[in-house]
T-cell receptor, first 118, second 109 residues
Framework: DGGITQSPKYLFRKEGQNVTLSCEQN?????MYWYRQDPGQGLRLIYY???????QKGDIAEGYSVSREKKESFPLTVTSAQKNPTAFYLC?????????????????FGDGTRLSIL | EDQVTQSPEALRLQEGESSSLNCSYT??????LFWYRQDPGKGPEFLFT???AGEEKEKERLKATLTKKESFLHITAPKPEDSATYLC??????????FGEGTQLTVNP
């Protein structure tokens, strides 16, 4: 079955530590996205990528970093600079029907990673 | 600034009691409106995309409609398994998705 796999499901971060969240997809989608979900707020975009070795900042990129070395993989690192990392992190992917700008095709999501501070 | 407002925040229904969820938006040049269902501790599951006013889409007990200012998600004769949070997101030309805060639906047997 095609889909998006996020791991781990739960993650705990110590003070001053960087942690990396994994996202793998086998849908052959070009575009991949990272969102953060907090209670009472809509999903907020952290980073997105439309092609290997290229990615753009979203609305709340500070304290986060990403890489896109393979089409299937888009890991997110939460650095120690992110002072409020406790949240539910969601990875998504979509096809791209036109070049430039954001795809207007539906995004498909993984089941998330819940990050907490120790 | 693009805004998406979902109402009500929470809705409790009896099994079989039909109702509607609302998604109001202020976006110029709408490129797409998306509905998702999210279960606790899970990622959103895609339901519908609507691209232009007047468009309607159906799936089982759900029907989504779109006007120039809002979208409705109609739920006909809901069952307890329809309990979830329903998310609406809009996209304008050349821009990212803007998500609403969701409507938490509970259907009691």
């Amino acid at each position: 079955d095609g889909g998006i796999t996020q791991s781990p499901k739960y993650l705990f971060r110590k003070e001053g530590q960087n942690v990396t969240l994994s996202c793998e997809q086998n849908l052959n989608h070009d575009a991949m996205y990272w969102y953060r979900q907090d209670p009472g707020q809509g999903l907020r975009l952290i980073y997105y990528s439309q092609i290997v070795n290229d990615f753009q900042k979203g609305d709340i990129a500070e304290g986060y970093s990403v890489s896109r070395e393979k089409k299937e993989s888009f890991p997110l690192t939460v650095t120690s600079a992110q002072k409020n990392p406790t949240a539910f992190y969601l990875c998504a992917s979509s096809i791209i029907r036109s070049t430039g700008g954001y795809s207007n095709q539906p995004q498909h999501f993984g089941d998330g990673t819940r990050l907490s501070i120790l | 600034e693009d805004q998406v407002t979902q109402s009500p925040e929470a809705l409790r229904l009896q099994e079989g009691e039909s109702s509607s969820l609302n998604c109001s938006y202020t976006v110029s040049g709408l490129r797409g409106l998306f509905w998702y269902r999210q279960d606790p501790g899970k990622g959103p599951e895609f339901l519908f995309t609507l691209y232009s006013a007047g468009e309607e889409k159906e799936k089982e007990r759900l029907k989504a409609t779109l006007t120039k200012k809002e979208s409705f998600l109609h739920i006909t004769a809901p069952k307890p398994e329809d309990s979830a949070t329903y998310l609406c997101a809009v996209q304008k030309r050349g821009s990212r998705l803007t998500f609403g805060e969701g409507t938490q639906l509970t259907v009691n047997p």
